[in-house]
Nanobody, 115 residues
């Protein structure tokens, strides 16, 4: 069983930056990939980006140039840095992980961007 806990959300002014963290229980062993998703009110959950254990990243087109996903395996932690935040970035941000064919989700952290 894998537990994921997100942190770092909050209220940020438009144009600012934010760094979110996702910490997994235990080690990162056999966790092949992790990702960030978000869900705004009234909208479906959408992909922000993913990262493999080797550090290869992939981002949604809408996030390219503004987001950076990284992993720090020694701390069992994945990060999401978002720059040039916009009000439309307001959402609950979730991390996920795939291990042994199973998909795990955190409970999410709220990001609110004000004008």
């Amino acid at each position: 069983q894998v537990q994921l806990v997100e942190s770092g959300g909050g209220l940020v002014q438009a144009g600012g930056s934010l760094r979110l963290s996702c910490t997994a229980s235990g080690s990162m062993f056999e966790i092949n990939a992790m990702g960030w998703y978000r869900q705004a009110p009234g909208k479906k959950r959408e992909l922000v980006g993913t990262i493999t254990i080797g550090g290869h990243t992939n981002y949604a087109d809408s996030m390219k140039g503004r987001c950076t996903i990284s992993r720090e395996n020694a701390k069992n932690t994945m990060y999401l840095e978002i720059n040039s935040l916009k009000p439309e970035d307001t959402a609950v941000y979730y991390c996920n992980a795939i291990r042994r064919g199973a998909l795990y989700w955190g409970q999410g952290t709220q990001v609110s961007v004000s004008s």
